[in-house]
């Protein structure tokens, strides 16, 4: 299993996009935290700094960056960025997630 996220063109234009709008040096930091129906729950942030430990990817010379912790949750996942009838919203396709809720905020492991 590969141990690196990747982002696809949608969701690097939309991240892109989001940080464009925020003060110079801002990075968008995904998470992973307890809770949800299923377990764990992918938490997204602005962020100013960088921790050393962080997985960093450029997307369209803007920032994504991981923690340790939340990475060994999310390796192998594909971040993407959908928009369809029920709304436009970031989608991980995560392989280590072995059931996710209804909503697809949740998974579990």
């Known amino acids: 299993m590969s141990n690196t996220v990747t982002v696809t063109e949608s969701a ?35 962020v100013t700094t960088r921790e050393d430990d962080d997985l960093q990817i450029d997307c369209k010379g803007q920032t994504l960056v991981i923690d340790s912790l939340s990475l060994e949750f999310m390796q192998g996942a594909e971040v993407d960025f959908v928009m369809d009838v029920m709304g436009q919203s970031f989608q991980i396709n995560n392989p280590n997630a072995v059931a996710g809720c209804g909503c697809g905020t949740s998974f579990a492991v």
């Open 12 to 46: 690097a234009k939309r991240i892109a996009t989001i940080l464009a709008k925020e003060p110079e040096g801002s990075l968008l930091r995904i998470s992973v935290e307890g809770g949800g129906c299923s377990g764990f729950q992918y938490k997204y942030d602005i």
